[in-house]
């Protein structure tokens, strides 16, 4: 996650953040400067140099060659920082995608206010658009819960500074240590933190939509 990729998406998102607004609620607002903040901007500058170097600092008091990286790999399956990334790509993609048709939908609703046309195509799709962001919601709250349980199984909530390794081709029981075990244990808190609160503002959010559109058809 380079600084050049954070100014595109912030570029990208700031030309398409008036039409938003106009779309989404408050608390939708509140879930996009939260998912840039405390996710993207975080993860891209002060994570990467805390995860960049987790492979090469990972020593283990045995210079078998291969030992090190079976036991870097039983310790981490997947590297923290990946997994991060792939969990912002994989939440943030169905919600880029969502506000390019809000922008189409956002344009066709201007030009039918300007020629005063109203017919039972707008009103479907209206209706149209807000099941898509339901859906929308639905699948981020999806992929939020999903992403928490596998970040619970795979490193639990604590990063250990001494990992003991029994594997092939090592020896014998090899002890491995942890680079920067309090600080990645920090990250860990905090995203989990952050998965947490997200997964709240969706539901709020979702059922906002809901109880909103079921208030206007009465």
């Not at 001494?162 to 860990?188: G, N, Y």
């Not at 939509?209 to 206007?216: G, L, V």
Request: aromatic share 16%; glycine share 4%; hydrophobic share 45%.
């Amino acid at each position: 996650m380079s600084v050049t990729l954070d100014q595109t998406l912030f570029v990208f998102i700031g030309k398409n953040f008036e039409t938003l607004a106009k779309e989404l609620p408050m608390l939708g607002r509140l879930w996009l400067f939260f998912m840039l903040v405390f996710r993207i901007v975080i993860l891209g500058t002060v994570a990467d140099d805390t995860f960049s170097d987790e492979q090469e600092e990972f020593t283990c008091n045995t210079l078998q060659p291969g030992c090190k990286q079976v036991c870097f790999n039983m310790a981490f399956p997947i590297s923290m920082f990946r997994f991060w990334v792939f969990q912002i790509i994989l939440i943030a993609s169905p919600s880029l995608l969502f506000l390019l048709y809000a922008t189409h939908h956002y344009e066709k609703r201007k030009d039918h206010d300007k020629t005063c046309e109203f017919s039972t195509d707008n009103l479907k799709n209206e209706k149209r658009f807000k099941n898509l962001y339901k859906v929308n919601l639905l699948f981020r709250v999806a992929v939020e819960v999903g992403f928490l349980v596998g970040q619970w199984k795979l490193y639990g909530f604590d990063v250990k500074e001494q990992f003991e390794c029994e594997r092939f081709p090592c020896p014998k029981i090899v002890d491995c240590f942890t680079s920067r075990p309090a600080e990645k244990t920090i990250f860990l808190h905090f995203y989990f933190s952050v998965g947490v609160l997200s997964i709240f503002i969706s539901i709020l959010e979702l059922d906002f939509s809901i109880f909103h559109q079921s208030s206007k058809t009465r």
